[in-house]
């Protein structure tokens, strides 16, 4: 039987792709990056595709992963957040998206890689300090000490400060990664354990649908929380607290 | 620092994750563990290069598609329809506004004809209290006309009987005397003797 971390393992498909001496190839992963991708394009267009004054069903379900987000942009951003919308809608989506395809039995959870959540992060950790940066030049740096406290505190609050703010791409990431894949090995140990079992393995199966149901609340949850802290990290670099 | 912290972090990682497998019974453990070192998947750094690159691929294409085409026709059809209920919203006041003005008119026209009717039932019945008192006062005055007419015929009536009588009594008595005493008495002394004894008696 299989451990229940090998449904991580990356599998090649296809021939290898070697550019730069770093392999490229399409992995399992890859594969199911580019599903996401056309799962989430061919639901946002075709649902909108009859673009219905009462909206069908599927209709309704577009517009309404579009108001969300757009409403979080707008509660945790404020109107500058506008231009960046199209950026967090696509994050929110594809990490849901990659979650919620997670679920199907065999396939794969991208989002259970810590380098694919860790690459997300530090763009967006990235991309933010640039944007903070260019917005308020050498000002940015106060962000590091709260106004209003007491000067003497600076040598403990600077420190703490900037600590704190570095590891904003590691829990950002680590927190999807380590959500994702600690439900998949949960799920996949009692998988196992229903099979070893036989008639007995009743009672983990019932656990395992459980798991199940609560898993997708993870996938969601999960998405939601990468996505609202990307609009908060964004806020304080337009506002700087 | 960043990626200092991430590799100790990455190690925590492994040594629990590891810890967790060697926790699993044997049953559910797995002798086939290919990668780096036998940990996690997740830390097998050769599979990094190309999860990075499809992802950049796949996620460049998702933004491409999500801000050129699923974006501006998701906020094209909510506008449309923002548009057509503000539409609808605007007609419907502009509607309520002219039915409340109609109603004001109606209500104005029923006050008016209300107080009309008014009017005129109070001039009716003014009149006819008018006439009413005019016609009572009318026959009143003919009643008294009537008894007074009546009144004096009675009092000429009477006065008539007195002298009649006067007359009457005149010749009884001058005939009572001469039957009884045979003699002839003036007319004159029997009218002032009847008229005597008239006065007398009355």
Redesign the interface.
């Known amino acids: 039987?299989?451990?229940?971390?090998?449904q991580?393992?990356?599998k090649?498909i296809g021939p290898e792709?070697h550019v730069a001496g770093?392999?490229?190839?399409?992995?399992n992963?890859?594969a199911f990056?580019?599903l996401?991708?056309v799962v989430?394009?061919v639901f946002?267009?075709q649902s909108?595709s009859g673009?219905?004054?009462v909206?069908t069903r599927i209709?309704s379900m577009?517009?309404l992963s579009?108001?969300f987000i757009a409403n979080m942009v707008r509660e945790n951003v404020g109107s500058e957040g506008r231009p960046y919308?199209?950026?967090i809608?696509?994050l929110f989506?594809?990490i849901l998206v990659g979650n919620l395809l997670g679920m199907v039995p065999y396939s794969y959870t991208?989002t259970?890689?810590?380098?694919?959540t860790?690459?997300?992060a530090?763009t967006i950790f990235v991309a933010i300090t640039v944007i903070a940066l260019v917005k308020h030049g050498f000002h940015f740096f106060t962000f590091f000490f709260p106004s209003g406290a007491p000067v003497y505190m600076a040598p403990l609050l600077i420190p703490i400060e900037i600590l704190s703010y570095?590891?904003r791409?590691?829990s950002l990431s680590?927190r999807l990664?380590?959500n994702m894949?600690a439900g998949h090995?949960m799920m996949k140990?009692f998988g196992?354990?229903v099979v070893?079992l036989g008639v007995a393995g009743v009672a983990p199966l019932a656990v395992l649908v459980a798991l199940t149901g609560f898993e997708v609340l993870v996938a969601v949850l999960q998405a939601y929380v990468f996505t609202i802290l990307t609009c908060i990290y964004l806020y304080d670099a337009i506002h700087l607290h | 620092?960043?990626a200092n912290?991430?590799t100790r972090?990455?190690r925590r990682?492994g040594l629990a994750?590891a810890a967790?497998?060697a926790a699993?019974p044997s049953?559910?453990?797995?002798t086939?563990?290919?990668?780096s070192g036998g940990g996690?998947?997740?830390?097998?750094a050769?599979?990094?290069?190309?999860?990075?690159?499809?992802?950049?691929?796949?996620?460049i294409?998702?933004?491409i598609?999500?801000?050129k085409?699923?974006?501006p026709?998701?906020?094209?059809?909510?506008e449309?329809?923002q548009e057509?209920i503000e539409d609808d919203i605007e007609t419907a006041d502009r509607l309520r506004g002219e039915a409340e003005t109609v109603k004001a008119e109606y209500e104005k026209a029923v006050a008016d004809a209300r107080s009309q009717a008014h009017d005129l039932v109070r001039k009716a019945m003014d009149e006819i209290a008018d006439s009413h008192a005019k016609s009572e006062a009318e026959a009143a005055k003919k009643t008294a006309e009537t008894t007074k007419a009546a009144e004096a015929r009675i009092a000429e009536q009477r006065t008539q009987a007195l002298e009649s009588l006067k007359s009457v009594a005149s010749e009884a008595a001058a005939e009572a005397t001469a039957k009884l005493t045979g003699l002839k008495v003036s007319d004159a002394k029997i009218g002032k003797a009847v008229e005597a004894a008239m006065q007398g008696g009355a």
């Open positions: 039987m299989a451990s229940p971390v090998a991580f393992q990356i090649t792709l770093m392999d490229i190839s399409f992995t992963s890859a990056m580019i996401a991708t989430i394009g946002l267009t909108m673009r219905h004054l909206p209709q577009a517009e579009y108001e919308f199209p950026l809608f696509s989506m594809f991208f259970s890689q810590i380098i694919v860790f690459a997300m530090i570095l590891s791409p590691v680590v990664f380590a894949m090995t140990v196992g354990f070893a | 620092m960043i912290s991430v972090w990455s990682v994750a967790a497998v699993v049953w559910a453990a797995s086939d563990h290919p990668g996690l998947p997740q830390l097998d050769t599979t990094y290069p190309t999860q990075i690159f499809w992802l950049i691929v796949s996620f294409l998702l933004y598609v999500m801000s085409v699923a974006i026709r998701i906020a094209d059809v909510l449309e329809r057509r």
